[in-house]
């Protein structure tokens, strides 16, 4: 059974950085592109940041561009989300995904096989 178990959320104050994990069990995870998403109060998911499984190769919204930065460690089944100055747009659920041998299309949300059950982060003025 697959768990995609997201951590590191909380109430924090503008300007400040958080770290999320996102730790995966259940699939050969170093197979996988992670992706993080975000979904604010009625708005949209919306894709944030992704880390393919072939090359590592990173890519941002441009909202978070410059201030967030994914990674992974294979040897952990983990995946993580640096998140630098914060501010209050940046309140949402914070949710990873795992797209099996995902290469192209990687901002899309339904090109993701699993989803984890998300993490609130609050930043507030």
């Known amino acids: 059974q697959v768990q995609l178990v997201e951590s590191g959320g909380g109430l924090v104050q503008a300007g400040a950085s958080v770290r999320l994990s996102c730790a995966a069990s259940?699939?050969?995870?170093?197979?996988?592109?992670m992706g993080w998403f975000r979904q604010a109060p009625g708005k949209e998911r919306e894709f944030v940041a992704r880390?393919?499984?072939?090359?590592?190769?990173?890519r941002y919204a441009d909202s978070v561009k410059g201030r967030f930065t994914i990674s992974r460690d294979n040897a952990k089944n983990t995946l993580y989300l640096h998140m630098n100055s914060l501010q209050p747009e940046d309140t949402a659920v914070y949710y990873c995904?795992?797209?099996?041998?995902?290469?192209?299309?990687?901002?899309?949300?339904?090109?993701?096989?699993?989803w984890g059950q998300g993490t609130q982060v609050t930043v507030s003025s």
């Open positions: 995904a795992a797209g099996y041998n995902l290469r192209v299309s990687t901002s899309q949300p339904n090109k993701y096989n699993y």
């Open positions: 259940g699939l050969a995870f170093s197979q996988y592109t």
């Open positions: 880390i393919r499984w072939v090359d590592r190769n990173t």
